[in-house]
């Protein structure tokens, strides 16, 4: 089990490793100069040569591969062209922000569809079944933003339930005590991470339901009744605990989503996270920042990996003795 | 709207009725269609393919107005659904049906497109890698965890940003290169099954090389699982596309696509929400239809996946 | 005869299929008795209603598709099974009567030990704690044979060969004590060394724990070889019962003929035609034949046997019931010539 993490994290490590040679390949063989905005403000040349000089951008390419790799270790991910601050400065920043959405985002996901699966497989093909099919069919299908969207018109503009954007809100929040302080960022967290949540318990409802139904069918499920076990037991134990182990495999593949997501829902309710910081940079051509955003958001999406086959194996016994 | 465009929507839904209930005779003959239409979500979602289709390709017929057509700029800003424009007018004094008909061109094109381009490449380096193996699949395969490891909008993101100026195509032939690495893995499983079959044996002993024998005997195996990806990844280019189209950097207007629809009605959401919510709806609902199509798809393939 | 454990009396249990296909009469019929010690033998090819016959002594089928019919009649020890409550069903299940199922991979939970799998039914039914069902689990695996069970008892159904994991179910389908053990299909997903071995075990331990068995097989050697009574079923209804010996040496239904002489002799010498094979295929089971089911394979059949079913007759050996055969060949012996070639 031990050699098996080992080679797991050491794969994790050459796929970031991987990632960050691609997007520094993209930067020097993409077209188009960083400090040519447009024909609206020409640069002096002897500035243009000064800047790339500056940059770094003018030396041969695996001296710059190199240095660029060194400044990555040093957690150096250079300078945004238009915040005029560190990137990394400004990440760390945005990045709580997104994990606080998405990891809202996610446990509402995964309770959610969880509960709405096995409820769904309990009824399988009956009204309550057929009826939420088409709910979670229809909430995979709509786009994330759009959805957002909708929720802040209804809960926030004509209910007023919520607020419509933000984080905190920007003149009470300092002002409170810390309990409601923590109530007034539950309270904007509320909208987003609902938006997120549901699209994504609507995926997992689906995906779940059918691990129940397919388990529920196993010959072992048999065997359990036969040895006369109360039904509570039948399902709760024996056919839960294997139509869960999908759920693990669905926690790994949530992190692109959620991502993704984190990208547009973070630009409608102007949620200060990694995403909307990458598509406001997208604008001002701000590379450092897109760059390094999705180094952080690859990042992420092999650590969900790696945490997704660390619980799998631990649940699965069949996984744990071979090995991947 | 007008007369023509009143029967032509008339025409168009008609047609998908026909052409639905054509399609089910027909496949009520074999056992796979009969799997297909068991689901009735698969019925329906042909039913809205067909008809957004036809709509698509009949837009000018369909549509009352042309997509750039500003009516008159000051009265009809911004009105709510009525008799003459039953989807409501946008900021620019638009018809929104109008606008929903024609943006559906483009974004049922951009979809296709996109996952044509996805699904073969997805498909030829799944083959390429299930079947050569050694180093060749080693390699191909790094590729693709890299590609699944950066967030598909993160990809697409970074082309954008350093692109000076991206076009339409570019943009599409793009989407595409970023969707085909799922594509890719389940190819490869297929492949790598079907490579120890005894009629690749037989392809080989009649002198048959490495092409010949991926393209003519072991991808049309594969087709099943691949018609089921594309089904369900041309819903995925859709969203995304919307998406890209909101932040403003997808399908520039005045072009219409249903998602630079949603990004123009977003501004004024509380004012004039029919804007935000037509084109919203238009997408979910091919995206609904693509993927019970998609289901019922993979059942009818495999039917003993069948759980539904 | 020692005491009349089970009582199973024209059990029918049909299944609803889907598209319209019409009623599945799996089971349309069924009678035995089973009595305490005793092996009794359920035989027939795939499709004959045997597995299901067994799944309904324990009301394991599936209800929505399948249910017994009212007028089917089961009685353990003098109680009517058919008409308990769940949870007085659930007491008997694994507790007075336990099932043994053909795949003994799918059968057992891949994310459970088997000594944990072995001692629930001990703590549900015995209400033995955590310790002492270990420890039962133990002595059930030195039961069965398995080696070193203290190690054994902590390891995954996958980490099992075949033959041991079938060792286990008999393990945990015996951690009670049950009266009656069914086995369905025990050994046919076994290589054939392995049979014998299972097939010696279960014929041990029914010696030591005084337990009736009920076999069903397709496998007419395991008949012969540890059965005491043998049922032959065909189309979902019972053919032929006698003892072993009395069937091997007197098969009178035409099924039961069929069956024996399709398995190849080694000890007379080899025959220079075909092995012999029972033509046509089985029925499906939302369609049974009119008059006999086995009518349009019969080599015997003539008009009546198309148009009325026989009931099951007196094969006259003496002890009544002892050798039924449902067949109208016993009521005009005379027609027991060819009419196909054999």
Known sequence: ???????????????????????????????????????????????????????????????????????????????????????????????????????????????????????????????????????????????????????????????????VGGVVDPVVHASLPWAGRAADRLWHLALPALTLGCVGAAGTARYQRAAVLEVVSQDYVRTARAKGLPERRVLLVHTLRNALLPLVTLFGLS???????????????????????????????????????????????????????????????RIRVHGE | MNPRAAFALLGAVLLALFVVGDVRRRAGLGAAGRRFFRHPPAAWGLFILTFFLTVALAAPWVAPYGPSITLEIVALKNQPPSLLHPLGTDLYSRDVWSRLVYGSRVSL???????????????????????????????????????????????????????????????????????????????????????????????????????????????????????????LGIGNVMLLEAGLSFLGLGVPPPMPSWGNMIADGAAQLATAPWTTLFPGVAIALVVMALNAVGDALRDAFDPRRATA | MSELLLRVRDLKTYFVTEQGGGTARA?????????????????????????????????????????ILPGSFIELEGRNLLVL??????????????????????????????????????????????????????????????????????AYPHQLSGGMRQRVMIAMALVCHPKVLIADEPTTALDVTIQAQI????????????????????????????????????????????????????????????????????????PRRRLHSIPGQVPAATAWPSGCRFHPRCPYAWARCAAEQPPLLDAGTGDPASHLVRCWLLAEPARRTRTSPP
């Not at chain 1, 509960?115 to 009204?127: K, S, T, W």
């Not at chain 1, 200060?272 to 997208?282: E, F, S, T, Y």
């Open chain 2, 109 to 231: 094109s951009i979809g296709a497109l996109a996952m044509l381009v996805a699904v073969t490449v997805g498909a030829v380096v799944g083959a390429v890698a299930g079947y050569v193996r050694r180093w060749v699949d080693t390699a191909l395969m790094r590729l693709v965890d890299v590609g699944l490891a950066v967030p598909r909008i993160f990809l697409l993101l970074m082309a954008i940003a350093l692109w000076e100026h991206l076009p339409l195509a570019l943009l599409v032939l793009l989407i595409g290169l970023t969707g085909w690495f799922g594509t890719s893995r389940l190819v490869r499983a297929e492949v790598l099954t079907l490579r120890e079959r005894d009629f690749v044996a037989a392809a080989r002993a009649a002198g048959a090389g490495a092409p010949r024998i991926i393209f003519r005997h072991i991808l049309p195996n594969v087709a099943a699982p691949i018609i089921v990806s594309a089904a």
């Open chain 3, 199 to 270: 097939l010696e075990l279960l014929d041990r331990l029914q010696a030591e724990l005084g337990m009736a068995v009920i076999l069903i097989t397709h496998d007419l050697g395991i008949v012969a070889g540890t059965v005491d009574r043998v049922l032959v079923m065909y189309a979902g209804e019972v053919v032929e019962t006698a003892t072993t010996p009395e069937l091997f040496a007197r098969p009178l239904h035409p099924y039961t003929e069929g069956l024996l002489a399709s398995v190849p002799r080694l000890d007379t010498p080899l």
């Open chain 3, 85 to 154: 409550a769940p949870k007085q069903l659930r007491a008997i299940r694994g507790n007075e009567m336990a099932m043994i199922f053909q795949e003994p991979m799918t059968s057992l939970n891949p994310v459970f030990t088997v000594g944990d799998q072995i001692a629930e039914a001990a703590i549900v039914h015995q209400r033995l704690g955590r310790r002492a069902a270990r420890a039962r689990a133990i002595e059930m695996l030195v039961l069965v044979g398995i080696p070193d069970p203290e190690t054994r008892v902590d």
């Open chain 1, 1 to 163: 089990m031990a050699a098996w993490l080992v080679r797991r994290v050491a794969a994790s490590g050459a796929i970031v490793f991987a990632v960050v040679t691609f997007t520094f390949l993209l930067l020097h063989l993409a077209p188009g100069e960083p400090f040519l905005p447009g024909a609206d403000t020409p640069i002096d040349p002897a500035v243009v040569t000064q800047l790339r000089h500056q940059f770094g951008l003018d030396a041969p390419l695996p001296v710059q591969y190199a240095k660029y790799l060194v400044a990555l270790a040093h957690g150096r991910l250079g300078e945004s062209f238009a915040l005029h601050r560190p990137v990394a400065d400004a990440l760390a920043d945005a990045i709580p922000n997104t994990l606080a959405l998405a990891g809202a985002a996610l446990a509402l996901d995964l309770l959610l569809g969880l509960a709405l699966g096995v409820y769904q497989a309990a009824h399988a093909r009956r009204l309550p079944d057929v009826g939420l099919g088409y709910v979670t069919l229809f909430l995979n299908s709509v786009p994330t933003f759009w959805l957002g969207l909708l929720l802040l018109l209804v809960f926030g503009e004509w209910l007023g339930w919520f607020p």
């Open chain 1, 255 to 317: 992190f692109p989503f959620l991502l993704t997501g984190a990208v547009l829902v973070e630009s409608v309710f102007a949620w200060p996270g990694m995403g909307k910081l990458a598509a406001d940079a997208i604008f001002r051509r701000d590379y450092p920042i897109v760059l390094a955003a999705a180094i952080a958001a690859s990042v992420m999406v092999v650590l969900g990996n790696l945490l997704a086959d660390v619980l799998y194996a631990v649940a699965d016994p």
């Open chain 3, 27 to 67: 089971v349309d019929g069924v009678s035995f008795d089973l009595h305490a010690g005793e092996t009794l033998g359920i035989v027939g090819e795939s499709g004959c209603g045997k597995t299901v016959t067994s799944l309904s002594l324990l009301r394991l089928v599936p209800e929505p598709p399948g249910h």
